[in-house]
Nanobody
């Protein structure tokens, strides 16, 4: 079973940037789709971005153009560069390893989450 550990969250002012990392062990990430999700207080967990085994990407409309998902296969790590952050981006961000190579396979394994707080 894969273990996922997120890092890089924190408190930032609106307009600022953060870079989230998700380190994986127990599975070679390069063969699988991966994704980022977020959950704000009192709300459902929502999709943010995903990347498949061949680096095709998909984004939530609200973050497109501001967030960039990427992977470092040599380090078995998933990344999320977040720019022009807004207060509505405040949430716990979760990394997910999908069950297959394509985004359509869906998320299966989850990290513990990292808090991102954007102040206005």
């Amino acid at each position: 079973q894969v273990q996922l550990v997120e890092s890089g969250g924190g408190l930032v002012q609106a307009g600022g940037s953060l870079r989230l990392s998700c380190a994986a062990s127990g599975r070679t990430l390069s063969r699988y789709a991966m994704g980022w999700f977020r959950q704000a207080p009192g709300k459902e967990r929502d999709f943010v971005a995903a990347i498949d085994w061949s680096n095709n990407t998909n984004y939530r409309r609200a973050v497109k153009g501001r967030f960039t998902i990427s992977r470092d296969n040599a380090k078995n790590t998933l990344l999320l560069q977040m720019n022009s952050l807004k207060p509505e981006d405040t949430a716990v961000y979760y990394c997910s390893a999908y069950s297959g190579s394509y985004i359509s396979s869906g998320p299966r394994d989850w990290g513990q989450g990292t808090q991102v707080t954007v102040s206005s």
